[in-house]
């Protein structure tokens, strides 16, 4: 997040560092409650509606679960911004690891009744 070369002093830079770190904060916490509140009714739905073969249970449950509770980890630990993106890149990699794998498991276990886009062709 350095602010190099940007003409600003070395404590202007430190400031607006600051201040940017905080608003990231600000957003990361807010994703993580629209994340937990989104994947919790998924899971809601998944256990009510879909059948609950082992394949289906490890590509969908498992992570919606590690996503929630990675979520709410977010709330209750982080009240500083982190030094480095880690965070921040681990939150998108979560993110689009969890709806890639939810996603897998529609092609590769299909519902009942529904071919799948696999055997379509």
Do not use: H
């Not at 608003?23 to 409650?33: C, F, G």
């Not at 289906?56 to 929630?68: N, Q």
């Amino acid at each position: 997040m350095g602010l190099a070369g940007s003409g600003l002093s070395r404590r202007s830079a430190a400031v607006v560092g600051e201040a940017i770190a905080r608003a990231a904060l600000t957003a990361e916490r807010t994703v993580a409650v629209a994340r937990t509140v989104f994947f919790r009714a998924l899971l809601l739905r998944f256990f009510l509606v879909t059948d609950l073969s082992v394949a289906r249970f490890v590509l969908t449950a498992v992570p919606l679960a590690i996503s929630v509770l990675f979520s709410v980890w977010v709330l209750l630990r982080v009240k500083a911004p982190p030094r480095s993106d880690g965070l921040w890149v681990g939150s998108v990699l979560l993110d689009a690891g969890t709806a890639f794998l939810v996603l897998l498991a529609n092609v590769l276990c299909p519902a009942q009744g529904y071919a799948g886009i696999l055997r379509k062709a």
